[in-house]
């Protein structure tokens, strides 16, 4: 399969990717020094965000590599490990805990938002379950399987506490269910029964 990119975009990408480094040394080069501990200078959150740069680019290539086959067989076990590392969050010496929250986990020299895999999991899993042949817009065991799912991780979330992500997950998944065809009544049920919950 012959695959190809946007130049331009490709380009935008990588110069706002250098002026996001640019700025994240300019206001911390001056602030690092300041820092009580030893092992703090003033590139150690440059050098943080080099290393999460780095995995953002390998991350895309992967992606960008990544035969559509190939996609479909890793989407149950992709959204099997987002859970996992969800769940990890809350292991002492593993999750972090910050203004009450535990919400990320140690990836050294950096932390990483096991949400942010969550989303795109379900994305990519949504994506699969609605192109299934037995996928029925007017169908309600077909709207039941993705809505619980979502309140799987959105339950996690709640305990973390993140609200910002249970809610974005929510919109995420309705959204795609009601550009599948799904019947709009079914999507207004869930947002009444939703409501209470979040408020």
Do not use: C
Request: proline fraction near 5%; glycine fraction near 6%.
């Amino acid at each position: 399969m012959n695959k190809t990119y946007d130049r331009w975009f490709l380009l935008i990408t990588f110069f706002l990717l250098g002026l996001g480094a640019l700025m994240i040394y300019s206001s911390t080069a001056v602030v690092s020094p300041a820092m009580s501990k030893k092992d703090i200078t003033q590139f150690f959150y440059f050098k943080r965000h080099l290393f999460t740069m780095l995995l953002g680019f390998a991350a895309m290539f992967a992606a960008y590599r990544l035969r559509p086959e190939t996609l479909n067989k890793i989407t149950l076990p992709l959204l099997i490990f987002s859970f996992l590392l969800l769940v990890l969050v809350f292991v002492p010496g593993m999750g972090i805990s910050a203004g009450g929250a535990k919400r990320w986990l140690r990836l050294w020299p950096s932390t990483f938002q096991p949400s942010e895999l969550v989303k795109l999991s379900m994305v990519i899993f949504l994506a699969k379950y609605m192109s299934a042949y037995n996928y029925r817009t007017d169908s309600f065991a077909s709207f039941i399987k993705p809505i619980a799912i979502m309140a799987v991780f959105q339950v996690i979330f709640l305990k973390q506490p993140d609200f910002g992500a249970a809610i974005s997950l929510g919109i995420i998944t309705l959204a795609m269910l009601f550009f599948s065809g799904m019947k709009l009544r079914y999507l207004l049920s869930m947002a009444v029964f939703a409501l209470p919950v979040a408020v």
